[in-house]
């Protein structure tokens, strides 16, 4: 048996650690489209706390529900979990692409269910979105209701 030599076998190493990089995280479907994790049955996200209307100060406590699934962290494959994402006066992600994060968008991928936060004063829309491994929405998506929250 033939043995390669170290810097050769080092580059294959090298290649193939890229193309694994490269493909990682990838389920394409059209240009920049994800295909979607689809949802089980009776799943259901929703608000435990704060409630629609509530009038609130800072630091505000928002606490996440889910029924029908499983909470998991980012990239922790499970067709029966996912993690939260709280979307602040944005409109809903758009199907098969992953949620945005940033200060509208914000992800709980550690497998959180609350979060403590500081909003500006005034009146807040909120609603959650749960994302598979990927933060790609399930298909069809789980969000909760919209809500309606003002920080006074």
């Known amino acids: 048996m033939r043995r390669a030599d170290p810097a050769s076998f080092a580059r294959a190493l090298i290649l193939m650690g890229v193309l694994a990089a490269c493909g990682q995280g990838v389920r394409a479907e059209g240009a920049g489209a994800l295909q979607p994790t689809p949802a089980p049955e009776g799943a259901h996200l929703y608000f435990i706390s704060p409630v629609d209307g509530a009038r609130l ?3 505000v406590t928002i606490r996440f529900g889910l ?3 499983g909470v998991a962290p980012a990239g922790v494959q499970n067709p029966k979990a996912g993690h ?3 979307i602040i006066d944005a409109p809903t992600p758009p199907a098969g692409m992953p ?3 940033d200060a509208h968008h914000r992800h709980f991928g550690g497998g959180q269910t609350e979060v403590t936060l500081d909003l500006p004063l005034g009146t807040h829309t909120l609603q959650l979105v ?3 491994y990927e933060h790609v ?3 069809p998506p789980i969000v909760s209701k919209r809500i309606t929250v003002t920080v006074e």
Do not use: K, R, W
């Open 137 to 139: 929405p399930f298909d």
């Open 57 to 59: 100060t800072n630091p």
């Open 67 to 69: 029924a029908g699934m």
């Open 99 to 101: 949620i945005p994060s």
């Open 84 to 86: 939260h994402h709280l």
């Open 130 to 132: 749960l994302g598979d």
